[in-house]
C-alpha cells in the first residue's frame, strides 16, 4: 500500500487533536473550574474581593449564620464551632472562634476547607479573617483557638435568611500516607 | 445479476493467484496487517470479554437473587459491579465495533485495506495487554478496583495495590481507541472510491466516521482525568483533594466531559449498524439517509454540552440545572429523527424475518424504551429520586444491552455469510434471538419498578420489598447469559451451512456484497466504481 502524503499529514493533524484535547482535560478545564466555581460561587467557594464595613448597617434584617463541622476521616483531630450559631446584621463584621486539639501524638499540619450553603449566598458571604486562609500547624496533642471574621454582604438576596457555614479539617499529609496508617 | 459484476469477481480471482495468501500459523496473528483478520481478532477479543463481563454479571445476579448475603462478600461484590462495567464497556462493546469496522468499513468503500494497518495491529494488540493488566488485579492484596468504574475520588484512591494497574490499563485503553480512530478517520477520509462523495457513503461508515472524531475528542480527557488521580495519589498534587485545596466534584465534571460523548461511541456505530439492515430486509432505500447523517452529527456535537446530568444531585447552580436538563432533552429530537427514518424505511416495505433483521427490530423497540427512561432521568427535579437507583442501572442497561449488544448481534448475523462464505443456520439464529429478547426483558424490565421504590445501586443486599422482582431480574440474567452460548454454538458451526452467494441477501446494497463470499484476503486492490456496482443490485 502507498504511503502518500495526504494520510500522513490527517494523521498529524488528528494526533494535535488527540494531545490537544489531552491538554485540555488536564490544563484547562482544571483553572476553568476554579474561574467558574469564584464567578458563581459553586462548590461553597466565598467571596475573595475585599469587602468594606457599611457606615449604615441594615439593621432590621437579620440573618441567621450556622456553622457546621466535620472531621476528614483520616484526620486524627477534634474539631468544632464555639457557637453553633449566632444572628447578623448585614454589613457589621462579626467574631466567631473554632476550636481544634490534635489527638495524635505526632505534629500535624492541619488545613480547614471552607464551604457555603446556599451557593446564592456564597458570593455575599466574605470572610476577613480566617484559620482556613493557611495550613494550621498543631504540635502533638496541642489545642487551639482559631479566629474567622466576617461580613454578610446587604446585597444578600431577599429570600436568603440563612445561611451556613461548613468546614471540613483534614491532615494535609497525603492519603495515601494516611491510608497506609 | 449484472454481467459487470461478475466481472468484476473473475478479476478479483485472478488478481488473488498471484498475490500472496496469509502466513502460516501464529504470524498470522501477531504480525497481521489485513484489516479483515484484525477486524475478526477484534470481535474475537470482544466475544471473550463479553463472556468475562457476563460471568461478573451472573456473580451479582446470583448474590441479588435473594435477599441477604449468600455467596459473596460485600467487598468482592463491588470488585464485581466496577469490573464488569469496565470489561463490558471498554472490552466488549467498544472493540466489537471496532472489530465490525475494521472488516466492513474497507469493503464498503471500496479500499484494499485501512490507510494505517501497521498501527491498525498495534492498536489491536494493546488490549490483550491492558485486559490482562485489569484482570490480574482480580488476584492482587487489596483486590481489584471496587469504587465503580467512574473512578470517584476519594473513593478511588484507598483501591489497594491494584490502583496503579487500574489507571494504567485505562491508559491501554484510551491508546488503543485513539488510534483505531485515527485510522478509520484516514481510511474513510482518503481511501474511499473514486466515486464515493462523503454523503454517498453508506451510513455504518458516516456513523463510524462521527463516532471516530468524537473518541479522538474525548478519550484524552478521560487519560487526562486518570493521569490526575495518579499524581494526586503518588506525587503529592491536589487536583480533586480537598485537603490541598483540590475539588472531588471537579473530577465528576471531567469524568462526565468524557462519560457522556463515550455513550454516544457506544450507540451511533449501532445506529449504523441498524441503518444497514433493515434496508435490506424491507427492500426499500434507507428512508432519508441525509438527514440520518445530520442527525447522527447533532448527537454528537450535543454530547459535549450535557455531561452535568449524571450529576444533578451533587449540587449546581438553578440555571445549570435547566440548562443541562433542556439540552439533554434536546438529544431526543434527532434521536427521533432516526427512529422515524427507521420506520419509515419499513413502511409499506417488503419485510422479512431473518435473524439481523429481527435483531435490528428488537433494537428499534427496546432501544426507545430506553431512549424514553432517559428522558425521565433527565428531569432535574425528578432525577434526584432516581439517582442511584435501580432505574438507572435499567435505563443504562436498555439503551446497551438490547441497544448496542442487539446491534453488534445483528451485524454479526448480517456479516457472518460475508466473512464465512457460508449460511447460518437460521432456526439456531432465530432461537437465540427469541431466548435474548424475552431474558434481556425478564432481567432488565423489573429493574425500572425497584428503582422507582427506591432499592440504590451497586448494594449486596437488600430490603425484603424488592425480593420478588430482584429474584425475577435474576433469572432472567441467567437465562439471558446461557442464550449466549447459542451464539457460541452458531460460530462454531458458521462454516457449516450451504455456501452463500456473493450478494448473500436478496435485498442488500453496497460494494461489500460485489466481492465474493468468503471475501477474499485482498479485496479491492484496484479502486471499484461504487455507482456501477449499486446500479447492478436495482
Same mark, same amino acid.
Given at each position: 500500500?502507498?504511503?502518500?502524503?495526504?494520510?500522513?499529514?490527517?494523521?498529524?493533524?488528528?494526533?494535535?487533536?488527540?494531545?490537544?484535547?489531552?491538554?485540555?482535560?488536564?490544563?484547562? #478545564?482544571?483553572?476553568?473550574?476554579? =474561574?467558574?466555581?469564584?464567578?458563581?460561587?459553586?462548590?461553597?467557594? &466565598?467571596? !475573595? +474581593?475585599?469587602? *468594606?464595613?457599611?457606615?449604615?448597617?441594615?439593621?432590621?434584617?437579620?440573618?441567621?449564620?450556622?456553622?457546621?463541622?466535620?472531621?476528614?476521616?483520616?484526620?486524627?483531630?477534634?474539631?468544632?464551632?464555639?457557637?453553633?450559631?449566632?444572628?447578623?446584621?448585614?454589613?457589621?463584621?462579626?467574631?466567631?472562634?473554632?476550636?481544634?486539639?490534635? #489527638?495524635?501524638?505526632?505534629?500535624? =499540619?492541619?488545613?480547614?476547607?471552607?464551604?457555603?450553603?446556599?451557593? &446564592?449566598? !456564597? +458570593?455575599?458571604? *466574605?470572610?476577613?479573617?480566617?484559620?482556613?486562609?493557611?495550613?494550621?500547624?498543631?504540635?502533638?496533642?496541642?489545642?487551639?483557638?482559631?479566629?474567622?471574621?466576617?461580613?454578610?454582604?446587604?446585597?444578600?438576596?431577599?429570600?436568603?435568611?440563612?445561611?451556613?457555614?461548613?468546614?471540613?479539617?483534614?491532615?494535609?499529609?497525603?492519603?495515601?500516607?494516611?491510608?497506609?496508617? | 445479476?449484472?454481467?459487470?459484476?461478475?466481472?468484476?469477481?473473475?478479476?478479483?480471482?485472478?488478481?488473488?493467484?498471484?498475490?500472496?495468501?496469509?502466513?502460516?500459523?501464529?504470524?498470522?496473528?501477531?504480525?497481521?496487517?489485513?484489516?479483515?483478520?484484525?477486524?475478526?481478532?477484534?470481535?474475537?477479543?470482544?466475544?471473550?470479554?463479553?463472556?468475562?463481563?457476563?460471568?461478573?454479571?451472573?456473580?451479582?445476579?446470583?448474590?441479588?437473587?435473594?435477599?441477604?448475603?449468600?455467596?459473596?462478600?460485600?467487598?468482592?461484590?463491588?470488585?464485581?459491579?466496577?469490573?464488569?462495567?469496565?470489561?463490558?464497556?471498554?472490552?466488549?462493546?467498544?472493540?466489537?465495533?471496532?472489530?465490525?469496522?475494521?472488516?466492513?468499513?474497507?469493503?464498503?468503500?471500496?479500499?484494499?485495506?485501512?490507510?494505517?494497518?501497521?498501527?491498525?495491529?498495534?492498536?489491536?494488540?494493546?488490549?490483550?495487554?491492558?485486559?490482562?493488566?485489569?484482570?490480574?488485579?482480580?488476584?492482587?492484596?487489596?483486590?481489584?478496583?471496587?469504587?465503580?468504574?467512574?473512578?470517584?475520588?476519594?473513593?478511588?484512591?484507598?483501591?489497594?495495590?491494584?490502583?496503579?494497574?487500574?489507571?494504567?490499563?485505562?491508559?491501554?485503553?484510551?491508546?488503543?481507541?485513539?488510534?483505531?480512530?485515527?485510522?478509520?478517520?484516514?481510511?474513510?477520509?482518503?481511501?474511499?472510491?473514486?466515486?464515493?462523495?462523503?454523503?454517498?457513503?453508506?451510513?455504518?461508515?458516516?456513523?463510524?466516521?462521527?463516532?471516530?472524531?468524537?473518541?479522538?475528542?474525548?478519550?484524552?480527557?478521560?487519560?487526562?482525568?486518570?493521569?490526575?488521580?495518579?499524581?494526586?495519589?503518588?506525587?503529592?498534587?491536589?487536583?480533586?483533594?480537598?485537603?490541598?485545596?483540590?475539588?472531588?466534584?471537579?473530577?465528576?465534571?471531567?469524568?462526565?466531559?468524557?462519560?457522556?460523548?463515550?455513550?454516544?461511541?457506544?450507540?451511533?456505530?449501532?445506529?449504523?449498524?441498524?441503518?444497514?439492515?433493515?434496508?435490506?430486509?424491507?427492500?426499500?432505500?434507507?428512508?432519508?439517509?441525509?438527514?440520518?447523517?445530520?442527525?447522527?452529527?447533532?448527537?454528537?456535537?450535543?454530547?459535549?454540552?450535557?455531561?452535568?446530568?449524571?450529576?444533578?444531585?451533587?449540587?449546581?447552580?438553578?440555571?445549570?440545572?435547566?440548562?443541562?436538563?433542556?439540552?439533554?432533552?434536546?438529544?431526543?429530537?434527532?434521536?427521533?429523527?432516526?427512529?422515524?427514518?427507521?420506520?419509515?424505511?419499513?413502511?409499506?416495505?417488503?419485510?422479512?424475518?431473518?435473524?439481523?433483521?429481527?435483531?435490528?427490530?428488537?433494537?428499534?423497540?427496546?432501544?426507545?424504551?430506553?431512549?424514553?427512561?432517559?428522558?425521565?432521568?433527565?428531569?432535574?427535579?425528578?432525577?434526584?429520586?432516581?439517582?442511584?437507583?435501580?432505574?438507572?442501572?435499567?435505563?443504562?442497561?436498555?439503551?446497551?444491552?438490547?441497544?448496542?449488544?442487539?446491534?453488534?448481534?445483528?451485524?454479526?448475523?448480517?456479516?457472518?455469510?460475508?466473512?464465512?462464505?457460508?449460511?447460518?443456520?437460521?432456526?439456531?439464529?432465530?432461537?437465540?434471538?427469541?431466548?435474548?429478547?424475552?431474558?434481556?426483558?425478564?432481567?432488565?424490565?423489573?429493574?425500572?419498578?425497584?428503582?422507582?421504590?427506591?432499592?440504590?445501586?451497586?448494594?449486596?443486599?437488600?430490603?425484603?420489598?424488592?425480593?420478588?422482582?430482584?429474584?425475577?431480574?435474576?433469572?432472567?440474567?441467567?437465562?439471558?447469559?446461557?442464550?449466549?452460548?447459542?451464539?457460541?454454538?452458531?460460530?462454531?458451526?458458521?462454516?457449516?451451512?450451504?455456501?452463500?452467494?456473493?450478494?448473500?441477501?436478496?435485498?442488500?446494497?453496497?460494494?461489500?456484497?460485489?466481492?465474493?463470499?468468503?471475501?477474499?484476503?485482498?479485496?479491492?486492490?484496484?479502486?471499484?466504481?461504487?455507482?456501477?456496482?449499486?446500479?447492478?443490485?436495482?
Amino acid at each position: 500500500m502507498p504511503e502518500n502524503k495526504e494520510n500522513k499529514s490527517l494523521v498529524r493533524q488528528l494526533l494535535i487533536v488527540a494531545a490537544g484535547s489531552f491538554a485540555f482535560g488536564v490544563f484547562l #478545564l482544571p483553572p476553568m473550574y476554579d =474561574v467558574f466555581c469564584e464567578i458563581t460561587g459553586f462548590g461553597g467557594r &466565598t467571596n !475573595a +474581593e475585599a469587602a *468594606t464595613v457599611e457606615e449604615n448597617p441594615d439593621l432590621s434584617r437579620e440573618i441567621r449564620i450556622e456553622f457546621v463541622t466535620t472531621v476528614n476521616s483520616y484526620a486524627q483531630f477534634e474539631f468544632a464551632a464555639d457557637t453553633d450559631s449566632m444572628t447578623v446584621n448585614p454589613g457589621k463584621m462579626y467574631y466567631a472562634t473554632f476550636t481544634a486539639k490534635n #489527638l495524635s501524638a505526632e505534629d500535624k =499540619v492541619a488545613q480547614a476547607v471552607p464551604s457555603v450553603a446556599p451557593t &446564592t449566598a !456564597a +458570593e455575599h458571604f *466574605t470572610k476577613i479573617e480566617c484559620f482556613c486562609f493557611t495550613s494550621q500547624e498543631f504540635l502533638a496533642d496541642e489545642e487551639r483557638a482559631m479566629p474567622l471574621q466576617f461580613i454578610v454582604d446587604p446585597d444578600l438576596p431577599d429570600y436568603v435568611d440563612t445561611i451556613t457555614l461548613q468546614y471540613t479539617f483534614f491532615d494535609t499529609a497525603p492519603v495515601a500516607a494516611n491510608f497506609e496508617n | 445479476m449484472n454481467t459487470d459484476v461478475s466481472n468484476a469477481h473473475d478479476e478479483h480471482h485472478d488478481a488473488d493467484h498471484d498475490d500472496h495468501g496469509p502466513d502460516k500459523g501464529i504470524g498470522r496473528w501477531l504480525f497481521s496487517t489485513n484489516h479483515k483478520d484484525i477486524g475478526t481478532m477484534y470481535l474475537i477479543f470482544s466475544l471473550t470479554m463479553f463472556f468475562i463481563g457476563g460471568a461478573m454479571a451472573m456473580v451479582i445476579r446470583s448474590e441479588l437473587a435473594i435477599p441477604g448475603l449468600q455467596f459473596v462478600h460485600p467487598e468482592f461484590f463491588n470488585q464485581m459491579t466496577t469490573m464488569h462495567a469496565l470489561i463490558m464497556v471498554f472490552g466488549a462493546v467498544m472493540p466489537a465495533f471496532v472489530g465490525l469496522a475494521n472488516w466492513m468499513i474497507p469493503l464498503m468503500i471500496g479500499a484494499p485495506d485501512m490507510a494505517l494497518p501497521r498501527m491498525n495491529n498495534w492498536s489491536f494488540w494493546i488490549l490483550p495487554v491492558a485486559f490482562g493488566i485489569l484482570l490480574s488485579t482480580l488476584f492482587m492484596p487489596g483486590g481489584s478496583p471496587a469504587g465503580g468504574w467512574t473512578m470517584y475520588p476519594p473513593l478511588v484512591l484507598q483501591t489497594g495495590d491494584a490502583f496503579p494497574f487500574l489507571i494504567f490499563s485505562v491508559h491501554l485503553m484510551g491508546i488503543s481507541s485513539i488510534m483505531g480512530a485515527i485510522n478509520i478517520i484516514v481510511t474513510v477520509i482518503n481511501m474511499r472510491a473514486p466515486d464515493m462523495s462523503l454523503l454517498k457513503m453508506p451510513m455504518f461508515v458516516w456513523t463510524w466516521l462521527i463516532t471516530a472524531y468524537l473518541l479522538i475528542a474525548v478519550m484524552p480527557v478521560l487519560a487526562g482525568a486518570v493521569t490526575m488521580l495518579l499524581t494526586d495519589q503518588f506525587f503529592g498534587t491536589s487536583f480533586f483533594l480537598a485537603a490541598g485545596g483540590g475539588d472531588p466534584v471537579m473530577f465528576q465534571h471531567i469524568f462526565w466531559f468524557f462519560g457522556h460523548p463515550e455513550v454516544y461511541i457506544m450507540i451511533l456505530p449501532a445506529f449504523g449498524v441498524v441503518s444497514e439492515i433493515i434496508p435490506t430486509f424491507a427492500r426499500k432505500k434507507l428512508f432519508g439517509h441525509d438527514s440520518m447523517v445530520y442527525a447522527a452529527s447533532c448527537i454528537a456535537f450535543l454530547s459535549f454540552i450535557v455531561w452535568a446530568h449524571h450529576m444533578f444531585t451533587v449540587g449546581m447552580p438553578l440555571t445549570g440545572q435547566l440548562f443541562f436538563m433542556f439540552a439533554t432533552m434536546l438529544i431526543a429530537v434527532p434521536t427521533g429523527v432516526k427512529i422515524f427514518n427507521w420506520v419509515a424505511t419499513m413502511w409499506r416495505g417488503s419485510m422479512t424475518f431473518e435473524t439481523p433483521m429481527l435483531f435490528s427490530l428488537a433494537f428499534v423497540f427496546l432501544f426507545t424504551i430506553g431512549g424514553f427512561s432517559g428522558l425521565m432521568l433527565a428531569v432535574a427535579p425528578a432525577d434526584v429520586q432516581y439517582h442511584d437507583t435501580y432505574f438507572v442501572v435499567a435505563h443504562f442497561h436498555y439503551v446497551l444491552v438490547p441497544g448496542s449488544v442487539f446491534a453488534i448481534m445483528a451485524g454479526a448475523y448480517y456479516w457472518l455469510p460475508k466473512w464465512t462464505g457460508h449460511m447460518y443456520n437460521e432456526t439456531v439464529g432465530k432461537l437465540h434471538f427469541w431466548s435474548s429478547t424475552i431474558f434481556v426483558n425478564l432481567t432488565f424490565f423489573p429493574m425500572h419498578f425497584l428503582g422507582l421504590a427506591g432499592m440504590p445501586r451497586r448494594i449486596p443486599d437488600y430490603s425484603t420489598q424488592f425480593s420478588d422482582f430482584n429474584t425475577i431480574a435474576s433469572i432472567g440474567a441467567i437465562g439471558f447469559g446461557l442464550s449466549q452460548l447459542i451464539f457460541v454454538w452458531v460460530i462454531l458451526t458458521a462454516k457449516q451451512g450451504p455456501k452463500a452467494t456473493d450478494r448473500v441477501w436478496e435485498g442488500s446494497h453496497g460494494l461489500e456484497w460485489t466481492v465474493p463470499s468468503p471475501a477474499p484476503y485482498h479485496t479491492f486492490e484496484t479502486p471499484p466504481q461504487a455507482r456501477i456496482a449499486n446500479e447492478a443490485f436495482e
